[in-house]
């Protein structure tokens, strides 16, 4: 489900135009189940290319708004942030559409791709789905993609992911950020949930975000924002919290997993639910760290937490996603 779409010729008139017009971008904003679509128009000697895909039970919904995005022109790039279900999921479907598509993934993750290691991947340790998708050239940290006709530097931002990468344009200050910022929120560090540090490389992406100082920021999820400096100071703040309290951390995690593993089914039983988290070798592994011994208890607490806070409802044994205004 699409939750915004915003356009170059958007007038908003609470906050300055985003350059987005003269970079020749489209932005779609989607859901928390799928990752926004960056959709850059054909240029000179730089193809037709949408930014990150969103999550597979969406994927006919991102086909449609990139074909609309496009117009008549075939979609000739596919370029991943990172490799997360989120952001990659749609690749096949657009992969079937335009057969042509060259798809380009974070260096470091071209050898899984090629392979299809759903460990290494990270798919199988969180049960979500992801369906195969092929790849044909990494993204290097320091070089240069051209996008809409323009530069973009291409950057490492491990933390969230490890293979992740930023894209910036440096003459608008630009930059596609992926989920290594986002507005309000930080996200889950998954290196810290296998026993990696995660936390160091996190504040190392914030610090090197603040020193290329940029105007707009377009997160992954969410809307595109200018005020960069409260983004960063709330993710510190979190991040200080996290490192203080590892514990916190976990706890985080869990609870976003398992709205996500909620998003991503049709309306679930309570039960099939819980023996599905029971069965994800993350939660298992997170159970662990906490010292939970109880898989199956920890689990019925963490819907149950849910259900108290009013994000999840419950009608009858059926769970679905709080409708919240």
């Known amino acids: 489900?699409?939750?915004?779409?915003?356009?170059?010729?958007?007038?908003?008139?609470?906050?300055?135009m985003p350059p987005f017009a003269a970079l020749g971008l489209t932005l779609i904003e989607r859901d928390w189940l799928s990752a926004n679509q960056i959709v850059f128009a054909a240029a000179p000697d730089s193809p037709a290319t949408v930014v990150d895909t969103g999550y597979v039970t969406h994927a006919d919904t991102t086909l449609a708004l990139v074909r609309h995005a496009l117009g008549a022109?075939?979609?000739?790039?596919?370029?991943?942030?990172h490799l997360h279900a989120d952001h990659c999921g749609g690749n096949q479907r657009l992969q079937?559409?335009?057969p042509d598509v060259q798809t380009c993934v974070p260096q470091a993750s071209l050898a899984a791709v090629r392979t299809w290691d759903t460990w290494a991947l990270g798919y199988a340790r969180v049960h979500q789905h992801c369906p195969p998708f092929t790849a044909d050239h990494g993204l290097a940290p320091g070089a240069t993609l051209l996008l809409g006709g323009h530069p973009w530097q291409i950057h490492a931002a491990p933390g969230h992911d490890p293979h992740a990468v930023l894209l910036w344009e440096p003459a608008s200050r630009t930059l596609i950020a992926g989920d290594a910022l986002w507005q309000a929120r930080l996200a889950i560090i998954f290196p810290e949930l296998d026993d990696a540090d995660g936390f160091a490389p996190t504040r190392a992406?914030?610090?090197?975000?603040?020193?290329?100082?940029?105007?707009?920021v377009i997160p992954?999820?969410?809307?595109?924002?200018?005020?960069?400096?409260?983004?960063?100071?709330?993710s510190r703040r979190r991040l200080d919290q996290f490192e203080a309290e590892p514990r916190r951390h976990d706890a985080h995690a869990a609870r976003a997993l398992l709205m996500f593993a909620l998003m991503a089914r049709t309306a679930p039983s309570r039960a099939a639910l819980q023996a599905d988290l029971q069965a994800t070798p993350v939660f298992q592994q997170m159970a662990r760290r906490l010292g939970q011994r109880d898989l199956a208890a920890w689990t019925d607490e963490l819907v149950q937490r849910l259900l108290h806070d009013?994000?999840?409802?419950?009608?009858?044994?059926?769970?679905?996603?709080a409708t919240r205004h």
């Open 205 to 216: 992406t914030l610090d090197l975000i603040e020193q290329l100082a940029p105007r707009w």
């Open 310 to 321: 009013g994000w999840v409802v419950q009608q009858g044994d059926t769970l679905r996603v």
């Open 96 to 98: 079937q559409a335009w």
């Open 220 to 234: 992954g999820h969410g809307p595109a924002f200018a005020d960069v400096t409260s983004a960063l100071a709330a």
């Open 1 to 16: 489900m699409v939750v915004g779409w915003l356009r170059p010729s958007d007038d908003n008139p609470s906050m300055p």
């Open 73 to 81: 022109a075939p979609l000739v790039r596919i370029v991943n942030t």
